[in-house]
């Protein structure tokens, strides 16, 4: 079968043409501004995108267009679509019906987490010989692709609360139907869709209703939140982290070092060295533990896998080192997640007669943040940083909605330009060896952490 897909540059969506090519189909697409790590991946699929939308794509005549949520109505294509009557299905409702069928579905849902704890659950069954499939919206370093079909019943999806298509409002992991469903955290974000948090816990909950009687949830206990959906009904036994009577860390090492003691109640299962840094990631590693345990695997056995977890691209990733200077690329683009980056960087540079400071280069650039809901939380979780670059352009597709350089005024020494070149430069300019680099975005800023190692390299050359 021939399947045309719309969106294919987004994380799901190019996860989904990896698999439908893999379980034999004829795969195509289009988008517009592919950017690593998914143009590669599609790359190394041997699938090419065409860019835009042009009607002209109907004469490909494929049997089914698959249809992602970035495409909306007046879509050229999608117009030609509903006018020539060709078969259109949403992506998640084409991976219910053609991938996760007859497969243990182990979902991974919350706000913030998902991409890192959907991947240390992949590597964790991998390690215990269960050769799982998955489809995950980042790139697992032990892996090297997003999304593969696996040789095991087992399959791990990252289950995104926003909506399926410009016809099916309802969030994407209302298709999966998992047999087990961890849910990490649940804060507002996507505020160009839900009204507010309780709009966000209702689809939550609409997730929990799907998970069956003799499946399992995984539920971060010390989130206010989640225990609210709990609350409005619940049909499978619940396992709970973050808390002292369920799955929870002890004996907590952050300087230089991140390990701590693994429990669920008072029983100890091992002590983790997690190459990861900070406490969000630490409550990442106890819900795959968990997840992996109601999957089967010996807590011992899940331990001595996240021990050798190289993490996934874009989180915390080292994209470079110049001038004496380290680059990192973080896809973190909501404020408790910058706060997350940057709290868990700061406390493993920690060390005794050191002075490393943080400089935090960031795009606003999902709608959430370009619509200005989180404007002040957004300075707040920067503040944690020793200098602060800001791109807000005024104009265009990506433009920010509030007026970025005054909001930043209550953060000292904080710069906020309109070109991309202009801001490469004065990151690099103001960096002097020992310093630490985070550039935080959702999309690709342009290639941004390569430009600031590119002029980092010339002032180490002397060209300026």
Known sequence: ??????????????????????????????????????????????????????????????????????????????????????????????????????????????????????????????????????????????????????????????????????????SKFVHYFPHIAVLNNLEFD?????????????QFHHLIRCVCSSGRLIVNGADAALARVLQQGCWSPVDRFNQPDGWHAGGIEESGVHEFDVLAGSTVYGRLRLALAGEHNRCNALAAIAAAAAAGVDPVRAIEALGTFSGVRRRLEVAGQAYGVTVYDDFAHHP???????????????????????????????????????????????????????????????AVAWDAAEALREVDGASVVQDLDLLAAQVAEAARPGDHVVVMSNGGFGGMPHRILDRLARRAGGAG
């Not at 940057?342 to 795009?363: M, Y």
């Open 1 to 170: 079968m021939h399947l045309h897909i719309l969106g294919i540059g987004g994380t799901f969506m190019g996860g989904l043409a990896q698999l439908a090519q893999a379980t034999g189909h004829r795969v195509t697409g289009c988008d517009t501004a592919v950017y690593p790590p998914m143009s590669d991946q599609l790359r190394l699929a041997g699938i090419d995108p065409i860019e835009g939308y042009g009607a002209e794509q109907l004469a490909l005549k494929p049997d089914c267009f698959v249809v992602g949520n970035v495409v909306s109505r007046g879509n050229p294509l999608m117009e030609a679509i509903l006018d020539g009557g060709a078969a259109f299905v949403s992506g998640p409702q084409w991976l219910h019906e053609n991938v996760l069928g007859g497969r243990n579905v182990l979902a991974v849902a919350g706000t913030h987490g998902k991409t890192t704890t959907a991947s240390m659950l992949a590597w964790i069954l991998e390690q215990a010989g269960a050769s799982p499939g998955f489809l995950i919206g980042g790139v697992p370093l032990d892996f090297a692709v997003s999304a593969r079909l696996g040789a095991g019943r087992p399959f791990v999806i990252e289950a995104d609360e926003y909506d399926t298509a410009f016809f099916d409002k309802r």
């Open 190 to 202: 996507h505020a160009d869709i839900f009204a507010d948090l309780q709009a966000i816990e209702t």
């Open 336 to 398: 408790s997640a910058i706060t997350a980056t940057l709290q868990g960087l700061r406390r493993r540079l920690a060390s005794p007669g050191v002075e490393s400071r943080l400089l935090a280069v960031f795009e606003p650039r999902s709608n959430t943040m370009r619509l200005g809901s989180m404007r002040q939380p957004l300075v707040d979780s920067l503040r944690l940083a020793d200098r602060v670059f800001c791109y807000a352009p005024r104009e265009g597709r990506r």
